[in-house]
């Protein structure tokens, strides 16, 4: 199978546009239109210049024998070269046998377009689906694909249900397609994808449907750290976005009467995707020890509020007589909860320690608890951001 694009439809650069992405979209990272062709037999949608887009890939169109459109009828124009047939869509739920051996059949989406399922003369399985597009009415599958090509940054929750069903499991290597400006290309969106277990290819790639490619590893434990409004949140939802049934907790409660706090609590609810569950719970050694989906918890800086809270931490006297000694030990059995959980782990916790020095001694021993919880916590995952101004950086 070779990639003739893999961009948006107004292809990466997007003519005209002053934006950051578009300027720093040159080499690999220019995108025409997706387009995919097949065993060089079937093309899936068309790119602007087919026949020149394959030439560059070393490849031909003169042997093509079907090409299938999956945009919405009021898509981008078609550009049909001499020589090709004409392009037709296949109706959802029905399937086509094209001479070559292959078999189509295209999947109903929720958004308009059509989806295609491609099933090779030696039994390989690929399925595409256009920009803003997902399955709709899925069940359990069939069996996982070998490949999924789909728009991983506009839709991350198709994944999600791909994955839901057994239509993608670790084995299948999902690629990153439809590619516009949304994400600065280069490596912040090969970071992005790798969090979503997917990959991005240059224009021209060709892959071979069922060989061995390594998938990227989706860390088990992430730890999000930064300050105040950086982003910390919304990387971490991000980094769980396209895995379905996640379990997000709130360790930050309710508060009568705080209509702010109300607020903020509703802007997050609004960001999560709707199959996510909420727990509203401290109690984070129980649920890091039982089996289940994954866990975003946010965040660490709230749960170190209530265990102070709760060995009256605040109080000078309280503090020298036991509460140092009882909130060591509460922290010591979370962290020996986050080394020993099997779950899939995101948490997110303020960075404090860079900022102005608290005025009271409670406040900078909250500063000084919440430094050592972090690098603590830190230790035991395999990746660890610090989100500055919505940029992340990798600090492991």
């Known amino acids: 199978m070779t990639l003739l694009g893999t961009g948006a439809p107004e292809g990466l650069p997007r003519p005209g546009c002053p934006c950051a992405a578009c300027a720093t979209a040159v080499g690999e990272d220019a995108r025409a239109a997706t387009a995919l062709l097949v065993d060089g037999e079937l093309l899936l949608d068309l790119t602007p210049g087919p026949a020149f887009a394959a030439a560059r890939a070393g490849r031909s169109v003169a042997g093509v024998r079907q090409v299938l459109l999956s945009h919405p009828h009021d898509g981008p124009a ?172 709130a360790t930050g409660g309710t508060r009568n009467g705080d209509a702010d706090w109300a607020a903020r609590v509703a802007l997050h609810r609004e960001r999560r995707p709707s199959s996510w569950r909420t727990a509203e719970t401290c109690d984070l050694v129980p649920l890091l020890a039982a089996d289940g989906p994954p866990l975003l918890i946010d965040c660490l800086s709230l749960w170190l509020t209530h265990a102070m809270d709760s060995v009256s931490a605040w109080d000078d006297a309280a503090w020298a007589n036991g509460g140092s000694t009882a909130l060591a030990q509460r922290v010591a059995s979370l962290v020996r909860a986050v080394r020993e959980t099997r779950r899939t782990v995101v948490a997110v916790s303020n960075e404090v320690g860079s900022g102005v020095v608290p005025a009271t001694a409670s406040g900078r021993r909250f500063r000084d608890e919440l430094g050592r919880l972090n690098a603590a916590w830190a230790a035991e995952c395999e990746h660890v951001l610090l989100v500055v101004a919505g940029a992340a950086v990798r600090l492991r």
Not at 159 to 170: C, D, F, I, K, P
Not at 185 to 207: F, H, N, Y
Not at 212 to 241: C, F, I, M, N, Q
């Open 78 to 249: 078609v550009e049909l070269p001499p020589g090709l047939p004409a392009p037709v869509r296949v109706p959802d739920g029905r399937d086509l046998s094209v001479i070559s051996g292959h078999r189509v059949r295209a999947v109903a989406l929720d958004a308009p377009g059509t989806g295609y399922e491609v099933t090779g003369p030696d039994g390989d399985r690929l399925l595409y689906l256009p920009p803003g597009g997902a399955p709709a009415g899925l069940t359990a599958a069939a069996g996982p694909y070998d490949i999924v090509l789909l728009d991983v940054v506009d839709r991350p929750d198709a994944l999600a249900r791909l994955r839901e069903t057994g239509a993608v499991t670790a084995t299948t290597d999902v690629v990153a397609v439809h590619l516009g400006h949304e994400v600065p290309p280069g490596r912040e969106l090969r970071r992005r994808l790798a969090a979503a277990g997917a990959r991005a290819v240059p224009d021209g790639s060709t892959l071979t449907v069922g060989d061995y490619h390594a998938v990227p590893d989706v860390p088990r434990r992430t730890l999000v750290l930064g300050g105040a409004r950086s982003g910390k949140s919304v990387e971490a939802e991000r980094r769980l976005e396209s895995f379905p049934d996640v379990l997000y907790v």
